[in-house]
């Protein structure tokens, strides 16, 4: 589910209401290690783009 989830958010990284809607999503449907490896790649792919996102998302 984790690579499911990472493809679905690359996807529609272009906007943002819909990224956020898809990693609250992805946060809600995968387990607390998943969710941990998952913060740690949308940091790194989206850090600069979308920080108060993830930061609201993963607070």
Do not use: H, N
């Not at 943002?16 to 949308?42: H, M, N």
Request: one cysteine or more; proline letters at 3%; aromatic letters at 16%.
């Amino acid at each position: 589910m984790l690579e499911y989830f990472k493809t679905i958010l690359s996807k529609v990284s272009f906007d943002k209401r819909l990224f956020e809607k898809e990693l609250r999503k992805a946060i809600k449907s995968l387990v607390p290690d998943e969710v941990y490896q998952l913060k740690e790649w949308c940091y790194q792919q989206f850090g600069r783009q979308y920080q108060p996102i993830l930061a609201k998302c993963f607070a």
